[in-house]
């Protein structure tokens, strides 16, 4: 709709789609035997663009190939939300030893759950408090949060009741608007609480157009503070990281510890329609997926 903040989404022209899980039709000539790709294997890349189709052409470096055996939707659902999640844990810049406390903004959402349950998965014991609407605090509290409603006048003084007094060791901030920035920095621990920004939702329009002002403009305004930063998963992170750390959640999803939550499963030609939920914020708990496969669709009643 125009309101992403990236020059290739600005206008029309452009296929949407930023994460897939596919099988290999064909492999273009260039491709070296090392890479251990063939015709037929099933793979996960975080595309960024082109993701909404029936077929893509990627870099062969942009694949990670899977088990035929791995629940394509499960799997479909990692990249982008729960990698985003396990960085704002592990690479952020923030130290969260066990008995640390965390405030989630906007818990019920996909970052938000990702990152609950991340820290269930992996047995972190982080004490979890997260923002939401009154009418999603059963599903939060499913996901182990201590749910504190976004819109109160009183959030900072709720977080430090429910941290005795302290507040949070950390607050991961998805809106980044003045008031989430100063309300979240003032609900983490005096002088040594961190607050890290994960997303710009609070400068995207309400109807999705645009941006109201520039990212860089914004982090600029917003996080000169100390003890403010930002955090972004880099489209290339399987690649930094040599796999490992998308490989342990994988892991964690085919013990069964780890289910990532899906809102909604539709086909392809719902399109408008799912982005429209993503505007609207109504209807998304957890990840929504489009299934273009017509014998998965069939199975999974899509």
Same mark, same amino acid.
């Given at each position: 709709?125009?309101?992403?903040?990236?020059?290739?989404?600005?206008?029309?022209?452009?296929?949407?789609?930023?994460?897939?899980?596919?099988?290999?039709?064909?492999?273009?000539?260039?491709?070296?035997?090392?890479?251990?790709?063939?015709?037929?294997?099933?793979?996960?890349?975080?595309?960024?663009?082109?993701?909404?189709?029936?077929?893509?052409? /990627? *870099?062969?470096?942009?694949? $990670?190939? &899977?088990?035929?055996?791995?629940?394509? #939707?499960?799997? =479909?659902?990692?990249? @982008?939300?729960?990698?985003?999640?396990?960085?704002?844990?592990?690479?952020?810049?923030?130290? /969260? *030893?066990?008995?640390?406390? $965390?405030? &989630?903004?906007?818990?019920?959402?996909? #970052?938000?759950? =990702?990152?609950?349950? @991340?820290?269930?998965?992996?047995?972190?014991?982080?004490?979890?408090?997260?923002?939401?609407?009154?009418?999603?605090?059963?599903?939060?509290?499913?996901?182990?949060?201590?749910?504190?409603?976004?819109? =109160?006048?009183?959030?900072?003084?709720?977080?430090?009741?429910?941290?005795?007094?302290?507040?949070?060791?950390?607050?991961?901030?998805?809106?980044?608007?003045?008031?989430?920035?100063?309300?979240?920095?003032?609900?983490?621990? =005096?002088?040594?609480?961190?607050?890290?920004?994960?997303?710009?939702?609070?400068?995207?329009?309400?109807?999705?157009?645009?941006?109201?002002?520039?990212?860089?403009?914004?982090?600029?305004?917003?996080?000169?503070?100390?003890?403010?930063?930002?955090?972004?998963?880099?489209?290339?992170?399987?690649?930094?990281?040599?796999?490992?750390?998308?490989?342990?959640?994988?892991?964690?999803?085919?013990?069964?510890?780890?289910?990532?939550?899906?809102?909604?499963?539709?086909?392809?030609?719902?399109?408008?329609?799912?982005?429209?939920?993503?505007?609207?914020?109504?209807?998304?708990?957890?990840?929504?997926?489009?299934?273009?496969?017509?014998?998965?669709?069939?199975?999974?009643?899509?």
């Amino acid at each position: 709709m125009g309101g992403f903040p990236d020059p290739q989404a600005s206008k029309p022209g452009f296929t949407t789609g930023y994460e897939i899980v596919g099988e290999v039709l064909d492999l273009g000539h260039s491709v070296p035997k090392e890479s251990k790709l063939s015709v037929g294997d099933r793979v996960v890349s975080m595309c960024a663009y082109g993701g909404h189709a029936t077929h893509i052409v /990627l *870099p062969y470096n942009d694949l $990670i190939a &899977i088990k035929r055996t791995d629940d394509p #939707v499960k799997i =479909a659902a990692l990249p @982008l939300n729960y990698m985003t999640a396990w960085g704002l844990l592990k690479h952020s810049g923030v130290d /969260l *030893p066990p008995g640390s406390s $965390i405030l &989630i903004g906007s818990a019920s959402g996909g #970052v938000g759950t =990702a990152v609950a349950q @991340l820290v269930a998965a992996f047995k972190m014991d982080i004490k979890m408090l997260g923002t939401c609407s009154p009418s999603k605090f059963d599903y939060v509290r499913s996901l182990g949060v201590e749910p504190v409603d976004r819109n =109160a006048s009183d959030l900072v003084e709720q977080v430090r009741t429910l941290t005795n007094g302290t507040g949070v060791d950390v607050a991961y901030d998805g809106v980044c608007s003045e008031e989430t920035v100063k309300n979240f920095l003032a609900a983490t621990k =005096a002088e040594t609480g961190k607050l890290v920004v994960f997303g710009l939702m609070g400068e995207i329009a309400d109807d999705g157009s645009k941006m109201l002002d520039g990212a860089y403009e914004t982090f600029k305004k917003r996080l000169q503070q100390p003890r403010t930063s930002f955090f972004g998963l880099s489209k290339d992170f399987h690649q930094e990281s040599d796999l490992a750390d998308f490989n342990a959640v994988v892991d964690k999803v085919r013990s069964g510890e780890l289910e990532p939550i899906i809102a909604k499963l539709l086909p392809l030609s719902k399109g408008v329609e799912a982005h429209q939920m993503l505007v609207d914020g109504t209807a998304v708990r957890g990840k929504m997926l489009f299934v273009v496969d017509a014998e998965l669709a069939a199975k999974l009643g899509v």
